[in-house]
């Protein structure tokens, strides 16, 4: 990281007021709280109010922008990043074809003993 670039994140320290406070090292957590998160909150919410499920509309793009922004800092192509909400959900939908190829392993296992 050059000094220009160090320079620059650390420029950005004083939007997160809880560094103030400590340092967050843990990789598992939400990490430290933006300033600016309060105001994106309260934008959602009024969305959600105003708009109720209408708002699909503006949040399933974002989502997909997202998905675009971190693709493009892994250097993968747009539409290949699909954003989750939680672990909880990666870890079903990639356990998913393993059940299935199991379920089919079993069901072809069934008929050929029932043929027997």
């Known amino acids: 990281m050059s000094r220009s670039d160090e320079a ?3 420029a950005t320290r004083p939007d997160f ?3 103030t406070k400590g340092v967050h090292l843990i990789s598992h957590s939400l990490g430290a709280v933006p300033r600016q998160a309060r105001t994106y909150v ?3 919410m009024d969305e959600w109010e105003n708009e109720s499920i209408n708002a ?3 949040w399933l793009p974002a989502v997909r922008n997202l998905g675009d922004l971190v693709g493009s800092v ?3 192509d747009s539409g290949t990043v699909a954003i989750l909400p939680n672990v909880s959900t990666v870890q079903s ?3 998913a074809p393993a ?3 199991m379920r089919s392993a079993s069901s072809i296992a069934r008929t050929r003993s029932e043929r027997s």
């Open 99 to 101: 059940l299935c190829t």
């Open 74 to 76: 892994l250097g993968v």
């Open 56 to 58: 699909w509309g503006q």
């Open 8 to 10: 620059a994140l650390l």
């Open 42 to 44: 309260n934008q959602f």
């Open 17 to 19: 007021p809880t560094l």
């Open 93 to 95: 939908f990639s356990s």
